[in-house]
Every structure is written in structure tokens, then in C-alpha cells.
């Protein structure tokens, strides 16, 4: 395909475009629905993703599951990067053309791939005034067939697009293999076992959060009985009662701390299995975490092998599958030839690191440009401060270390 062609021009049609709008629904997942699922995802012919594709959408809604995935998509996000020739300079003037909106979708569908498996992204519009990419789709998981590389109408369907080869190559990046189903699929049951001891901790709530009661009469008067139901039923907001004879209101006793224990305690548990399995440790989001200073340093280490390896996986999709594509789709990308991504390990001091590292250099006879610590620290700088009556006490100075010097002589008379 020709350099600069725009594949929309020669397609009224894109794959996405066929794709038919559907409603999505949230049905109630159980670890048997998780089991059948991950059976018709990996089926060896005619695989079926969407009953799993509906799990994984299901479990996303839990807050503390969907927090720590965040903490990896966003340390990535964040992460500073450069653009680089052969010799390892950097230009900031290309890497502004990654500094955009686009970018950081891209960045977003690479890194929630390693959880929710196999992952195509359309590189397809463009701005029409700066000809750089617009914006990046993610396709419906359920309308890709990775095994065939095609992008279907519907899921069931067996024909469609094919975006694994030319003329929507270019267009198209799968991201994970074929059958990659992500790191959802081993944090299921301890999502669905959360949201089982959620719903029964619920379920105890309402039937004993105010403790069943009843009322014992001896009188066989069905009007008398009728009078003591509509007592206990209206007892919740009136809280006083009129009995007769030898009638008498019971309370059950319920054990409160015994249901915290069985339900908090398990959905502690599920917290930190997902957080293990997702970050490698729990210690550094558990905020009743016990440790030494060493252990917990430790636990961050190991945090930071997981951003490492994300860093790592996405340089090399960004270099292997990227920037080729994108120096097809536009000429303004034609300045990506030379060059690969990279990411940008320089540390950034803070601005009370700045100013003692001025101190440090000033001290030690080296000139620091005043520019550039008043655009790192804001701090306006005018000049540098001088003593007053500077050359009388330039003067002073100077003839008092030449009377320093003088040493005493002694003339002697010599008789001849």
C-alpha cells in the first residue's frame, strides 16, 4: 500500500461500521457460569468468547478489583517516554506527536489486554487539518475471531473482515495471541465468591439487622390474634405495644460479631487474593497491612517488577507493530523512520532538590543558569546579591593580605 494512503478513501465501509449496536445486560455470574465460559472460549473449533466477554464486564463493577487494575493501567499511562535515533538521541519535537489524546487509548487497550485478553485496536481517523491519528477504537471483543483474523458482523458469524492481512493490515493491531483470555479468567472465582459473601451479608442484613420477634398469647380469639398482628407489624416505627393477661413480645438473639467474621473476614480474604494475583503483593493496598520498613519495601519491589514487565511489553509493541503502521497511514509520521520508542528513566528533581543542588555548585565555583532554576522551581531570580561598598571591601581585603605577607627584616651595622 502506498505511503500516505488513507484506506477510508478507498473503503465507504470500515469493519467497526458493520459491527450492529447491541444492548448489553448484566446477569448474575456463579462460578459454574465462570467454569462453562472458559470451556466455550477455548473451544478447539467454533470458540464462543461472549459468555465469557459478559463475566469479565460483570466482575470490572467491583470497586476494589477495578482499583488495582487501574493502579497498573495508570502507572503506565504516566510513565514518561521519548522518541530516539540509532545513537540514542532523543527528539522532542517527535515525541510531541505521541503527546496526544490518541496515545494514551492506545497505552490504555495495550495494558487492559493483559486482563481481558485478546485485543484489536483500528488505527483509522484522521484529523483532516494536522493529518496525525485522531483517535483509536478498540473492536468488540465478541466480533473478532483472532484464530481466523477476522472482525464479524455478529458474534456466530464465520465470515467477515480480515485484519491480519493487506489493504486493513496496516490498520489493525491485534494485541495478545489467539487464545490470550487475559488475567480475568484466574481472579474470576475470587471476584464471584466477593459478590456471593456481598449478597449474603445483605441477605442477613435484612432478615435479622432488626431481630425477628413474635408474641405469645393464651387467648384463641381470632379478632384478639388479628389485633396482635397488627401490633408487631407496625411495632418497627411505633415500638410500643398494649398486651393483656399473660401476653408477652420475645426478641431473637442474634450474634452480630459472628456475622462480621464470617463475612467481612471472607471478603477481606477475595480482596487480597485479587490483589496478589494482579500486583504480586497486598501490602502496599491493604491499609491494615503490618510490617518492617524492609518488608514492605520488598512488597513495592515486587509491584514494580509487574510495572517494569507492562513497560517493557509495551515499548515492544509500540516498536514492532506501531510505528510502521503509522508512517503508512500518514506522511506525517514519515518522521518515525529512523527512530523507536522508548521509555524515559530520568528522575525529575523537586524544586527543594534543585535549589540544594545550586547551593552545592555555587559553593563549589561553578555558574548555574539562573533561567533554568526559575523555570524548575518558579522562583524568580533577579541577580546575584551584592555587599555593599563592594570595592572599599574588595580593597580592605586585598591590602590586608599584603600586610600579611610582609615578614620583619633586621638591618645589622658592620664595622669595617
Known sequence: MAQGAKVGKTYENRPSNIILPKSK????????????????????ENANRKPYIELCDSILLDSHLASVI??????IKQS????????GKSDAEISKLFEQPWFNSFIYHAIMAKFRGTTVVELWDLNPETMGLDNVNAIEQENILPLKGLIVKENGDETGYSYKEDPLKPYYIQIGKNKDLGILKDVAPDALTKKFAKASWAEFVEKY??????????SYSESRENELADMMANMVSNHWAVLKGNEKIEVMNSSGASSYEIFDKLIDRMNSEMTKRILGQDGTTDANAKGTYGSLKVMQDVSDDRHDADKTDIKDLINAELLWRLQLISPVYG???????????SKE???????EMVGKLSTA???????????KTGIPIIGLKQEPNTQLATLERTQKKKSQKLQPVAFYRTRL
Open 25 to 44: 445486560s448484566l446477569s448474575v455470574q456463579t462460578i459454574k457460569k465462570w467454569k462453562d465460559a472458559l470451556t466455550l472460549a477455548q473451544l478447539a
Open 70 to 75: 487501574e493502579s497498573r493501567v495508570l502507572k
Open 80 to 87: 514518561k517516554f521519548k522518541l530516539v535515533d540509532a545513537s
Open 209 to 218: 439487622g432488626i431481630p425477628p420477634r413474635w408474641v405469645t398469647t393464651d
Open 335 to 345: 518522521v518515525l523512520k529512523n527512530y523507536t520508542f522508548d521509555w524515559d528513566d
Open 349 to 355: 528533581m523537586t524544586p527543594a532538590e534543585i535549589v
Open 365 to 375: 565555583g561553578f555558574e548555574v543558569d539562573t533561567k533554568f532554576i526559575t523555570d
